[in-house]
């Protein structure tokens, strides 16, 4: 049932008990989803030296930003929702605003600068690997992280309150942290892998029609490497999706002057976090080498490596003289073999 009540002579309607209970399990279950996965994701990438590529260095951030998300922003969420009210000061309160909304432009800025990280890679190979080193990549991983981040701690910080109906802060400028934020970055990454797939499609055309002069030479990229864009581009959907319903909510009704509707806005509330669950098991179920690289990180074989006994290796190797098997002569059973064996030995040594 809802409840409404007098908040500075406004009336207030509060959501129905069972859309928080319901965010609540969503929340849980996403959480420890997202935990684990992405742990295991950015484990297997630092053991596995293959897989430490720039395209996955982007990736591992964009890890490292849905753990922040579950531990710093479900996690308080959850609180507030079980409890139906905010129970950690406004100082807080904000800085959970603060952070949730980071994260949101942290993780499409990422997947921005992985388009165009791929864009040069597929369109202008030739230069690639000069544009691309640790230095431009760490300045853009860098500035995935600080654009969105610095701008939402200027704007949320003034422009941002406690919101009884959703039980958490929410912030007032929404038009200038959109823009900033969700568009702006959906937009580059949209337009980036346009180009790319127009190049691809175009690559694949000319080869159909010079298949028989064009045998053996490189005109476009492999299947691997569409694929690998395929994943990336569903990696920014999951992303910018997830988020959506929120965006769409938030400024239609900020635009209509409307109340926002209470149920929706919290039952909506989890879909921001989906992208961070699924993210890895994508990875794992698109790559051979990630599912290699999981398999091995659960069964310690990337901690510890293919160790074998020494015992186990019974096999002699006919060409050390020192592990022919000798007859028993000279002796009496193992005795006997014993001085042949250290006798051998001492001629082999005396050779050396």
Known sequence: MNTSVAVNGTSVRFSQVWTTQVSVIVEIILTTTTLVGN?????????????????NMFLVNLSLTDILAAVLVSSFAIDAYLHRGWR????????????QNSCLGVSLYLTAFTSINRYIYVVHKKIYHRVTNKIS??????????????????????????????FRCRGYAEY?????????????TVIFYILIFA??????????????????????????EVRLLKVLLVVFFLVALGYLPNVILTTTYAALRAPTPVDAFILVYPCQHIAGAVNP???????????????????????????TSVTQNTTPNAGDPRQIPLP????TGDRGNQQIISSSLADVTSRQ
């Open 39 to 55: 742990l295991l994701f950015i484990g297997a990438v630092i053991l596995k030296k293959k897989l430490r590529t720039a395209a």
């Open 88 to 99: 950690l000061g406004l100082d807080i309160c904000i800085a959970h605003t603060i952070i």
């Open 137 to 166: 990549v760490t300045l853009a991983i860098v500035a995935a992280w600080v654009l969105p981040s610095v701008t939402y701690a200027y704007i949320l910080s003034k422009h941002a309150g406690y919101s009884p109906v959703v």
């Open 176 to 188: 200038l942290k959109v823009v900033m934020s969700f568009y702006v970055p959906s937009v580059v």
């Open 199 to 224: 190049y691809v499609r175009k690559s694949r055309l000319r080869i159909q029609a010079h298949a028989a002069n064009q045998t053996g030479t490189n005109q476009g990229p492999n299947a691997h």
């Open 281 to 307: 098991i994508l990875y794992g179920g698109c790559n051979k080498n990630f599912r290699d690289a999981y398999r091995e990180f659960l069964t310690g074989k990337l901690f510890f490596g293919n160790t």
């Open 328 to 331: 028993n002569r000279g002796g």
